[in-house]
């Protein structure tokens, strides 16, 4: 082999000075996930941009993407969460990406989407890094992470080991949905957002390559897509109500829910609702369903899943 000049030495150098952070392979993406028949119908890697919804949902509101368009990003300077909050995260250290979808079911049955993506996301994390996940009300997804049982909560509880390793973001664009999903990978423990927050690799898992672990959500995600619109939306038909519910470590808490107007409702989680709300149990008995356009923030007033703010989703 030719010895490299030193100017491209330094290039590659720079390029590649974090070897266990390689990047994703898009041609071989596309290869195993764009197919005919399949749910996704183009896969594009970026090396970084402000935010992966934003880019997509501007294509999509200029009709520019059909349904399945899947845009992924190395590094995302803009990212936000819900309700617009920041994050940011190392080059290639997550997968931050987000798909397009326009689901022919009754449109007052997409707000389960978020709930459906968060089920599948869980569900491939599990079989693919043999983790543990759980399900935080409405749009985060929660590892155990050894060793941690005993670290405080968002509001300085005792905590349950519980870390935030991914959150979901969805919002409407064109004629359908831009579904945004964002997980910690390799991040360590120097350079995690906040204290309740965690990555796959701090969970134990038994692969971090993003490659893998990215195909296995989209397909676990289409697969349930799938179901879901077979059974016109319907969560009850489809199981994703269930399923959902069984993997939620919101239920059976006493949490609290703050709204808009200064208000706040106090309870024990104990359903998700036909419509995808979480129904709290106040102390005097009353029930009261809470949709996720409705609360600001959802703290637990006990030991229960972390809050944080800085949510990995694109």
């Not at 720079?14 to 070897?19: E, H, K």
């Not at 402000?50 to 349904?67: F, H, I, M, P, W």
């Not at 919101?250 to 829910?257: D, F, H």
Request: aromatic share 4%; hydrophobic share 40%; with cysteine.
């Amino acid at each position: 082999m030719t010895p490299q000049p030193p100017e491209n030495q330094d290039k590659d150098a720079g390029r590649w000075s974090d070897l266990g952070r390689p990047p994703l392979n898009a041609t071989a993406l596309r290869r195993a996930l764009v197919r005919p028949g399949a749910l996704w119908t183009a896969l594009d890697v970026v090396p970084a941009t402000g935010s992966t919804n934003t880019d997509l949902a501007a294509r999509a509101a200029k009709g520019e993407v059909d349904e399945g368009a899947v845009l992924v990003a190395e590094e995302q300077s803009a990212g936000r969460g819900r309700l617009n909050r920041s994050w940011s995260a190392p080059p290639r250290s997550g997968l931050f990406f987000s798909v397009y979808l326009t689901p022919r079911v009754p449109v007052q049955r997409w707000g389960w989407l978020p709930l459906l993506t968060g089920v599948a996301t869980a569900t491939a994390l599990s079989r693919t890094a043999g983790i543990d996940t759980a399900l935080k009300w409405p749009n985060d997804i929660l590892v155990s992470c050894p060793g941690d049982a005993d670290a405080a909560g968002p509001d300085g509880t005792p905590g349950t080991g519980e870390r935030k390793v991914g959150g979901i973001l969805a919002e409407r664009a064109g004629s359908g949905v831009v579904i945004g999903i964002g997980l910690n990978v390799t991040l360590t423990a120097g350079e995690l957002p906040v204290p309740t927050a965690g990555s796959l690799a701090l969970a134990g898992a038994r692969t971090t390559d993003r490659d893998p672990l990215l195909r296995a959500v989209l397909r676990s995600l289409e697969e349930w897509y799938a179901t879901w619109q077979s059974a016109v939306g319907d969560p009850g038909a489809s199981r994703l109500q269930e399923t959902y519910a069984a993997g939620c470590a919101t239920l059976g808490r006493s949490v609290r829910a703050e709204l808009p107007g200064d208000t706040a409702l106090t309870g024990e989680a104990v359903a998700i609702d036909a419509d995808g709300r979480l129904v709290l149990a106040t102390a005097n008995g009353v029930r009261h369903p809470v949709g996720a356009g409705d609360i600001i923030h959802l703290r637990a007033t006990a030991s229960g899943p972390p809050g944080g703010d800085d949510s990995p989703e694109p």
